[in-house]
């Protein structure tokens, strides 16, 4: 939802993955260049991990992650397709899905897909920077690629690059709080997620909705983490999924007698969003219980309808993790470091911080 604050964002998931497979190739000829041995074949397996690495994402990516399937994560949805489309290439994937796995024997490829310096995220920074006009997403991905280098089986950045992985963590935090958790973009997917919270309450009630055949068997059916893979039509309804799906069904919706739902609907086509506070404290009982009753006299709802209008809710951001595959430098005199003990930057520490912010939504007009 990030167009309804910048509205050049409306690229695609595709496109990610093109820029993705470019810098993995780019990647590969760099290690080689520098003496690493990587075959036809695992360059070949790494560009087709990298390719397919978001191939799980549904409608409006992580907007839906958890409301149209309950409980299962885009990466076990790209891991199930991948083994469906080795079964239909005769084999030619398995090394493909070792890598991107990480049970390939070289885990510096693996490493390349998914990891704290991964050409996934190097290229949705520069594009997501790009095609919304933040300019402090852009990071040098060339210079950081011709700075990579393997030690011990593992990724490590040559140490005359480390001001650039400086530039490169604080631009991803930066594009964090000004793109992916703008206030605007968090009230825009909580309407799509209670909306769509509120159609599946209908149709479990016995509700015909107006959908598209594959949206309405997530909507009349309860598909979660134990049954989704139990059954391959839950697959194919999941891959014939797209945003158009799921805007066809709220422009109708917009007209459905159900108030809840209507209200939602217009309130998004509208752009009419939520009003969202964001802080570092959890919001009181007692300002939610005014907010909630305001709601209810507003739009004349149920006391058990106002959850749909007036919630709280917490966002996460991180932008090192120093625990989950840490950015090592090779230093001149061969030793690795960290790259949060090897930088100079005294705030570069504090970007290991798990910073955790509360939010409350509201319609406006209370």
Known sequence: MTHLVYPGALHTRFHHALGAMHLMSLAINLLKSKGHSITEGEEEAAILAILLHDIGHGPFSHALEHSLVTGIRHEDISAKLMNDLNIHFEGRLSHAIEIFNGTYHKKFLHQLISGQLDLDRMDYLNRDSFFTGVSEGVISFDRIIKMFNVHDDDLVIEEKGIYSIEKFLIARRLMYWQVYLHKTVISGEMILVKLLERAKELSAAGTELFASPSLNHFLKNDINEANFFSQHENLEHFTNLDDQDIYAAVKVWTKHPDKILSTLCKMLTSRNLY?????????????????????????????????YFVFTDSIQNRAYNAGVGNIKILMKNNDIVDIAKASDLSNLESLQKTVEKYILCYPRGI
Do not use: S, Y
């Open 275 to 307: 009003k969202v506070e964001m802080g570092n404290e959890k919001v009181g009982a007692d300002r939610l219980n005014f907010l909630q009753d305001a709601a209810i006299n507003l739009l004349e709802i149920k006391p058990e309808e106002a959850r």
